[in-house]
């Protein structure tokens, strides 16, 4: 979608109330930009545009907002739903992961619908996968922990957009297929992966923030001791 802008110059000797509807046209048309392309990823746009987030880590774990997770009701089939293919190319959310994580040709098993061959490298153990069928897609933040952290309260057209988020490597990875068993539901209280976790704890945090999700209080403790020996990397979240 292309955005026409107007010349600075002529903005410049239009009266003050012109120029002030002349830059809400633009924060609309700019927000329109923003919208259409949550579309195409497949995310439920929220009431308002998306906004950027930029903090270092510390900070941003400490501004994480504490409420007691609530669980009860919660069924994955009913209300996330499961892979999507929401740009109608025969390859749902699972296949997309594969093909943006793959560091080798992909080979499929029919119509080039699904990945059957590659090379993945799971960030949780640095192993090597050649077969997709050894790997699993995994939600960074499990759907039962987003589910008492404040989805419970969404919309169901959103929770199916993050069920299937596309709009930020940081929500889905593919993992190799035991440790993502080992995890299930668990957040970083009670499991971590073996190797590179400071990545994971970024990776947490941002969807938390991107999705404004809620995390209790030892849920929180854990992040500000794991994110305090971490390198205090920048983190830019989209928020949607």
Known sequence: MKVQRISQDR??????????????LRRAAGASVV???????????????ATVYKAPLRTAVRGLIV????????????????????????????????????RAALSYTSRGCTASTGRWV?????????????????????????????????????????YNDLGDTRTLSAQTSALNSSKQASGPEAWMPPTNRCAYIGQWV?????????????????????????????????RV
Request: with cysteine; aromatic share 8%; proline share 3%.
């Open 11 to 24: 903005a410049t000797v239009m009266p003050a109330q012109k120029s002030r509807r002349l830059l809400a």
């Open 35 to 49: 919208a259409a392309g949550l579309l195409l990823t497949g995310l439920a746009v929220p009431a308002e545009a």
């Open 206 to 238: 941002a969807v938390k923030i991107r999705w404004g999700l809620r995390v209790d209080s030892t849920e929180k403790a854990a992040l500000i001791r794991y994110a305090d020996s971490c390198p205090n990397v920048t983190l830019t979240v989209t």
């Open 122 to 162: 799971t960030s949780w153990d640095n192993r090597v996968h050649t077969s997709a069928s050894t790997v699993q897609i995994d939600h960074t933040v499990p759907v039962h922990e987003a589910w008492g952290s404040g989805a419970r309260y969404w919309s169901q057209a959103r929770r199916v957009a993050y």
């Open 67 to 102: 409420a007691a997770e609530v669980n009860t009701g919660y069924d994955r089939d009913r209300y996330f739903g499961t892979w999507r293919d929401t740009n109608g190319d025969c390859q749902n959310t699972r296949q997309e992961v594969l093909v943006q994580e793959s």
